[in-house]
């Protein structure tokens, strides 16, 4: 595996933050179902266009942090659910959650853009929010690419770009949405070093998705007023916060 700076400075701040994190996302609260919706559950954004079939199809999901979405898919009937992920301490997570739900999961070390999973092993792909994060995109799409089957879905879910150029609270706009897509977010004070995040345009993505070997189906900008659960106006729900795009391995 490639380690560069980049890589290993990542690394080392999700496994710093990945307690406060999870805390956040209420992993460690008793409750039926994961704390988060896995992409595929039925409150997933429009399920009845684009959620594909889970039961009984091997599902990976790639920066897969506390296992949700990993934990979700097995719930839905995978038949084999792989959850990647760069730092020891959220998959340290995953496998509790894993307990917690009682499922059959896999949870793995690893990097997007040289993932440790065997070529065509896979019907369905995913990533939530975690690409953002990846320098190498291209690289990441095509190790996506690689561990589908032809015929494949993937679904990768990031930020929406539009939505991170408006400042949730105020409404202010902060960025040009064209400018330079990398930018750091500090995590808190307490942190030694910031976040580096890349936001790039709804075209960039898809035109990386086409390049890596993908048929790009659907565009799906939830409306946060339907699905984000504190949003109830304001400057949050004026632009989209989540973009998930849908494709099919070609
Ligand atoms: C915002 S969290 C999202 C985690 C999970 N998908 C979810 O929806 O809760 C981003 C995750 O991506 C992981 N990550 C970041 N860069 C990565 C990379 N290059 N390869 C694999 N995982 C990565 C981080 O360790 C972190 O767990």
Redesign the pocket.
């Given at each position: 595996m490639a380690v560069t700076d980049p890589?290993r400075e990542?690394?080392r701040l999700?496994d710093e933050w990945?307690d406060a994190?999870q805390a956040l996302?209420n992993a460690e609260t008793a409750t039926d179902a994961p704390p988060?919706p896995s992409p595929f559950g039925p409150d997933a954004p429009d399920p009845e266009r684009v959620v594909p079939a889970v039961e009984s199809a091997a599902v990976a999901?790639?920066?897969?942090?506390?296992g949700?979405?990993t934990v979700g898919a097995a719930l839905a009937g995978a038949d084999r659910a792989v959850g990647?992920?760069?730092?020891r301490e959220?998959l340290r997570h995953a496998r509790r959650l894993r307990e917690y739900c009682g499922v059959d999961a896999t949870f793995v070390h690893?990097?997007?853009?040289s993932l440790p999973l065997a070529t065509d092993a896979f019907d369905v792909a995913f990533?939530?929010?975690?690409f953002q994060?990846?320098a190498d995109l291209d690289a990441?799409l095509r190790e996506a690419r690689r561990v589908l089957r032809d015929g494949g879905t993937f679904l990768c879910s990031v930020p929406h770009p539009f939505g991170e150029v408006v400042d949730g609270e105020s409404g202010e706009v902060d960025r040009r949405y064209h400018g330079d897509s990398r930018r750091t977010v500090e995590i808190d004070e307490s942190y030694d070093a910031d976040m580096v995040v890349f936001d790039r345009p709804v075209g960039d993505l898809h035109r990386a998705l086409v390049d890596a070997g993908f048929a790009v189906d659907a565009v799906v900008e939830p409306d946060p007023l339907d699905h984000a659960p504190n949003v109830d106006g304001g400057p949050a729900a004026a632009v989209p916060r989540d973009l998930r795009l849908w494709a099919t391995a070609t």
């Amino acid at each position: 595996m490639a380690v560069t700076d980049p890589y290993r400075e990542n690394r080392r701040l999700w496994d710093e933050w990945s307690d406060a994190f999870q805390a956040l996302w209420n992993a460690e609260t008793a409750t039926d179902a994961p704390p988060t919706p896995s992409p595929f559950g039925p409150d997933a954004p429009d399920p009845e266009r684009v959620v594909p079939a889970v039961e009984s199809a091997a599902v990976a999901e790639l920066g897969c942090g506390g296992g949700q979405g990993t934990v979700g898919a097995a719930l839905a009937g995978a038949d084999r659910a792989v959850g990647v992920d760069l730092s020891r301490e959220q998959l340290r997570h995953a496998r509790r959650l894993r307990e917690y739900c009682g499922v059959d999961a896999t949870f793995v070390h690893g990097e997007a853009t040289s993932l440790p999973l065997a070529t065509d092993a896979f019907d369905v792909a995913f990533t939530e929010w975690a690409f953002q994060h990846v320098a190498d995109l291209d690289a990441a799409l095509r190790e996506a690419r690689r561990v589908l089957r032809d015929g494949g879905t993937f679904l990768c879910s990031v930020p929406h770009p539009f939505g991170e150029v408006v400042d949730g609270e105020s409404g202010e706009v902060d960025r040009r949405y064209h400018g330079d897509s990398r930018r750091t977010v500090e995590i808190d004070e307490s942190y030694d070093a910031d976040m580096v995040v890349f936001d790039r345009p709804v075209g960039d993505l898809h035109r990386a998705l086409v390049d890596a070997g993908f048929a790009v189906d659907a565009v799906v900008e939830p409306d946060p007023l339907d699905h984000a659960p504190n949003v109830d106006g304001g400057p949050a729900a004026a632009v989209p916060r989540d973009l998930r795009l849908w494709a099919t391995a070609t």
